[in-house]
């Protein structure tokens, strides 16, 4: 069946979180920090039929309707949206052969995917000596989060597989219900007067919005064993992390960059907004769209003594938010900022952290994509996502779990780490994670 011929949107407004990733978005190319995209990446021992990966990417209305969309502001203080038109573009899919395996080209790496751009979703096959391959999926994060990635994934191997229902209205946003604007203005100076509370300055960040990233960012991967996990798993239950051991992550992360800040004499109070899944539990759509929120997490010296007490303070600040309804209010917030033209937006955000956003960018896929063993058909041996790079800081951990094993993909500018930092972040961080309460 042609994509086309499917009941396509012809037109998406983007949500609140989309406008923020519009903002992220301006950043990056303030900084030239490599734009706001991110990458996921499978590893397979099997040879790749190109055609038969071709004809699954062609038959998918929802890559037809990525490569077939433009970016409009709407009017004056009205929503931006995304303008369906059939243009017949498919997606670019490139082929590089590369001599060391499962290390990806930099090329590959590095390249943008603009939202001035033709299409917002691009394929790369990588190919080594030893007949294993790569499959790189990048995408431009504005359109999909995390979990809208993984979906994605499932809808492809749908396709592939030919189970494909041909129902596509939950993949993309639902109208939204309208919210009074008393309402909106009672939220918004709920939710002001929080984050000002939670960011009071001064804040300590690896980097700050005077630094400059000239060099193109950088990635290293810390790998566990599936033994190690089981491991790390049971130290986050130990150290207090009931509700699974995202907030003992966090806290590892913390501690780490907080060892850093000491090294250099920098050490102070950190600051982090972590992503927080809008989706209802047990939900299912939609792909298209970032549906995040936030917790805001503030760490002064006195909490970051012990990993155990990092974790304490975390969970008493998370259930005071959710008590409070913060991530909600925050959504309704970033629902209400669509309407403001993203240029005065980005001077509202960039006011507020003097052009450092956060202390570091944290993100967890949490057990999203520990399954994905299966992708078009092919056995998947490894799984990992290149997060966005964010300058300032700089410096961002991302945290995936695939088989049982545990994954950490750390996306860093040299122009802020250098090459002794990053090898003692890693061996921190994996100290951390590794040693009982």
Known sequence: MNPSSYNLPQKVYLTGSDCFHLVLDKHAKKYQSGGNVMRIVFNTNDVLNHTQLKEVFAESPVIHWLCNIQLKPGAIFGRPYWLYQNKGNGIVIQTHQHSVP?????????????????RFIECDIIEYPDNSSVIVISWNHILIDGRGIGMLISHLNEVAAGNFNADI???????????????????????????????????????????????????????????????????????????????????????????????????????????????????????????????????????????????????????????????????????????????????????????????????????????????????????????????????????????????????YSPDIIDTFEITFIEEELKKLLTTPA
């Open 169 to 411: 209205s939950t993949l993309f946003p639902a109208k939204e219900k309208p919210l009074g604007m008393l309402a909106h203005i009672r939220n918004m100076y709920k939710v002001k007067s929080f984050i000002e509370q939670s960011s009071k300055a001064p804040l300590a960040s690896v980097a700050s919005a005077r630094s400059q990233a000239k060099a193109p960012f950088k990635t290293k991967i810390i790998y566990f064993n599936e033994a190690e996990t089981q491991q790390i798993h049971q130290h986050a239950i130990n150290h207090g992390a009931r509700l699974g051991p995202n907030l003992f992550y966090i806290a590892c992360c913390s501690h780490t960059v907080n060892n850093i800040q000491k090294r250099r004499n920098t050490q102070g109070t950190l600051w982090l907004p972590v992503p927080y899944d809008g989706r209802l539990r047990g939900s299912i759509g939609p792909i298209v769209s970032n549906t995040v929120a936030f917790f805001f997490y503030r760490m002064p010296q006195k909490v970051l003594q012990t990993v155990k007490l990092t974790v304490s303070s975390l969970s008493d600040q998370m259930m005071e938010q959710i008590k409070n309804k913060r991530p909600q209010q925050y959504s309704h917030l970033l629902n209400m900022m669509r309407h403001i033209p993203v240029g005065l937006y980005y001077k509202l955000v960039n006011k507020t952290g003097e052009g450092t956003f956060t202390s570091f960018v944290y993100s967890a896929t949490g057990e999203g994509f520990n399954n994905h063993s299966n992708f078009m058909g092919y056995m998947v041996t490894g799984l990992t996502i290149y997060p966005s790079p964010t300058f300032p800081p700089g410096l961002t951990f991302s945290f995936l779990k695939f088989n049982n094993a545990l994954n950490i993909n750390i996306a």
């Open 102 to 118: 499962n290390q990806l080209p930099e090329t590959v790496l590095q390249r943008d995917i603009p939202i001035e751009g033709e």
